[in-house]
């Protein structure tokens, strides 16, 4: 049976225990909202992505719309290299050996933790915003964090794990989005200036 093999910092071991039993005796509300948040976060956070990218994709300049129509890709990516990046390091849960989990079960043996998914959805949902809207990203910046947190607190990752996944979603997202939105740009511009001509109709006698 696979156990992982990858050491973890003791400092990070550290603060998962300790924000595990702050969890642990934490009231069935907040508990509950904790567990439940960790999902409802990046559905928020998918959301102000969207306010932000709808005005660049409706009346934008060529620009903004491809920064707009290519983002999501980058959240693709960051999520993509999250999944390599657990076949490397294959740490296993922290959960595994916790008294007790909030989230109430552990992620099974193979669905290693470093990075967090989460953490990196949520980092590069977050940067993609930001790319957008300076306001909008200025609220989602704040709960990325809050959703990376909820899952060291419901139990399933060390506090490294969603830190790197922050770090790995915002760099993919910061990094990415203007390097492909390039071509992006220029071909929509290209579209505006010469904008594709009507058929040409049947000359008259």
Request: charged content about 15%; aromatic content about 6%; some cysteine.
């Amino acid at each position: 049976m696979q156990t992982g093999r990858t050491d973890v910092p003791d400092i990070s071991v550290e603060w998962y225990r300790e924000i595990n039993e702050v969890a642990d005796s934490s009231p069935a509300p907040v508990q509950w909202f904790a567990v439940h948040f960790t999902g409802a976060a990046i559905l928020l956070l998918g959301a102000l992505f969207l306010l932000a990218a709808a005005p660049r994709l409706l009346r934008g300049r060529p620009w903004g719309r491809a920064v707009a129509l290519v983002a999501p890709v980058t959240v693709v990516l960051a999520y993509a290299s999250s999944e390599a990046l657990k076949t490397v390091f294959d740490e296993a849960r922290p959960c595994r050996g916790a008294a007790t989990v909030v989230a109430g079960h552990c992620p099974p043996v193979g669905d290693w933790s470093f990075p967090s998914n989460h953490a990196t959805i949520a980092g590069a949902l977050a940067a993609a915003t930001l790319l957008l809207s300076r306001r909008l990203g200025l609220v989602a910046v704040p709960l990325a964090l809050l959703a990376a947190l909820s899952r060291v607190f419901v139990g399933v990752h060390y506090p490294h794990d969603v830190a790197a996944g922050l770090f790995l979603g915002a760099l993919v997202a910061l990094a990415g989005a203007p390097l492909i939105a390039r071509p992006v740009a220029d071909l929509l511009a290209r579209r505006t200036t010469h904008p594709d001509r009507l058929p040409a109709t049947a000359d008259h006698p």
